[in-house]
């Protein structure tokens, strides 16, 4: 089928990427914002703007909140089909409770899993999930949506496409896709080292954008490829879900044997019991990692089996300080505060896939890295968005003689994707702003703006590019550049009219979240108009020399139109 | 010890510099910044040595800030974006990397 | 890659190229190709890790150890069968030792459990 090696790199590069190159510009730029997708949610809920705190009492702020949760009405309506008879109104029997926080996080994130009675699969857990006010363990409104950790987060590996899982796995694939189209495009570059620094504005649109697709690719080669790796590896159970079909049993016996390893119990006692002190357990905890040479502030808690003579709490120590994720658990029996187990020092494999898991999940303390990373994803964005522009300045004079559609198709495609996503971006935030605080259902809006904006964009992008079948410039790109600009522009005042964090508030007060967002904001918005007004310049360039165009200006004609098919529209 | 913050700092500039010196060990990228001439031989190879050398030292300067899982991170990262830079530099004004490494007069003609 | 004058993905003059339409329509052997890579490959790797995770489980690898090492050969291994797949000759080739290997895999990965169960 092709020629030699090089060619079928090449062509798989060229159409696998051009197709999943859509869905990896969502999960790169997505991925790039929920760095610091908890900064988002301090923007987009005003009433979240205090100092991140650490955990909470367990006693006397959370357990509490624990006694009153309940799953959601949708996470019950889920389970219809999974159980045998009715549904109950109250879900009694807790099969664990959790409490997370991070260094980040004004908000203390508290799960309850609830077992669900006659369900068909035993092990069906149905999960209440609230986000507390650690000062005073109020539950934070729901109605009201995290943009950032709630929306843009999942955005970027599920698409919010759930039913089937069926966004997780076109994510997976296009991740699969960047892996394949990464080795295939260092395969294609013949001149990878002599052209590492090179990026030849001046030259033709096609030339300066394979310049800067290649740049982009390789300068952050390695950030790409693990990026895009330990996503899989982090997803790898939904992807491969050998253990839990093929292996099923095989896990169930490594269940039972690690419970009588580690005497954490399995299963539940049916012994109705009540619960020591946790703070005084997780004191302990903190003593015992700060004994060897590990002190630290405390990630998550959890309680297995609550109410039941078998609980036991589980403490794991945050992970701020490096890479791998909360570690060093330590358990205790719930109902007399008795250490049960020390999680032993890792196994080599096992500090690999923290690493590995770590690396992407981010949750150390390092905000230099942080920026790096978003600088690493935007790269990345910059990557896709070229390979778009060059597969379509390659193409279009000749779809254009032809009269074929592929350019512009490909071309509207591409602005929706990058300008109409971030005019999507930009209309949520500002919705989330001009909307009152007190609406319900406040977040269903947001999504509903989000989405319709986004398909707006991409209408504006279809009809306005009838140019690029006559081999021109799509005036999309420059109009949608303007939005963009107006929309961040919109978004940053309306913060400081309703909320009056303006900018020379927060930044003199230090609050970093709010100024950090209202600051990118702002970069965009230049960004969009200097980019805008370049391109409004070379439209200006082409017309004034094309002849089949009317000129609004008296213009160099005949010999030049050769020029303007040659650079571009 | 020295602040983190200096020494990130230090492990950023070390980097730019580093491709900096890299990128003029290329002809077309000296010509860029010098005009038009090449550079002798013997500058090639001290622009490359030097700027392998300021890459390690900001390796050292990031292993000297945090655990080392991070900083192999951090050094990565920053390696993208310093070589980004000098990228943008060398297309926008590269004239401003005259002083990385000056010419001296009768180079490679 | 040099932007040179092809425009149109590069295929062979001969017989059945990449984009090349047969009677019917559809470009058949563009999708066999595709279909081994994605569903052949998908097949080999499962047989993989599932074989991997067994095995090194039976060997004494703790169990969680044996998942993740599993996935994350798997992950480079479906990589590297994907371009195989597409760099390699004849897609017959490819069908046949992906979806062989992959089931030899699977079954050896079962018999595994059978004798850890049993």
Known sequence: MFQNFRLSMAWLHTWFGLVLGFVLMVVFFYGSLSVFDREIDRWAIPSSRFAPQPMPSFDTILAPAFQKMQPAKEAVALLEGRVNGPLPERFEVVNSWGAYTTHRDPVVSVFAGFKVPNAKDPDETVFAVHALDPRSGAVLPQGQLRIGSEFFYPLHYSLHLTWKDLGYWIVGFSALMMLAALVSGVVMHRKIFREFFTFRRHKTVQRGALDLHNLTGVVALPFHFFFAFTGLVIFAGIYFPVAHTQLHDLHELHERVEARETGLPHERAGVAAPMASVDKMVAQAQRRWEAKGMAGDVGFVNVTHVGDANAYVSVYRAGTDRVALTGEGIHFKATTGELLRKDPPRTAVDSVNEFLTGLHLQHFRHWMLRWLYVLGGLLGCVCIATGFLFFVEKRKQQHAKAGGQGARIVDALAVTTVTGMLIATMAMLVANRLLPESLADKGEWERTVFWSAWGVAMVHAFVRGGAVARAGMNPAWREQCWLVAAGAMTAVVSNALTTGDHLARTISTGYWPVAGVDLSLLATAVVSVLVARKLARRAEQSTASATSTPLPKGGALGASMKNAEASHG | MVDPIVLLGGAAVSAVIGFGWLALAMDTHWEQVHGETSPSPAAVRALRVAGALALAVSLVFCLGADHPSMAALVWLMLLAGSATAIAATLSWQPRWLRLLWLRRGGDGR | ?118
């Not at chain 3, 490959?41 to 044996?66: E, R």
């Not at chain 3, 291994?77 to 030899?104: D, E, K, P, Q």
């Open chain 3, 1 to 118: 890659m040099t932007d040179t004058a092809t425009t149109a993905p590069p295929v062979s003059a001969g017989a059945a190229g990449a984009g090349r339409r047969s009677a019917r329509g559809l470009p058949w052997a563009l999708l066999s190709r595709i279909g081994a890579a994605v569903l052949g490959g998908y097949a080999f790797c499962w047989g993989f890790i599932a074989l991997a995770h067994s095995g090194l489980y039976a060997l004494g690898m703790p169990f969680h150890d044996g998942e993740h090492l599993s996935a994350i050969l798997g992950v480079l291994l479906y990589l590297v069968v994907f371009l195989w797949t597409f760099a390699a000759r004849r897609t017959g080739v490819t069908w046949a030792v992906l979806l062989a290997g992959g089931g030899v895999m699977t079954g050896a990965a079962a018999l595994i459990q059978r004798a850890l169960l049993g």
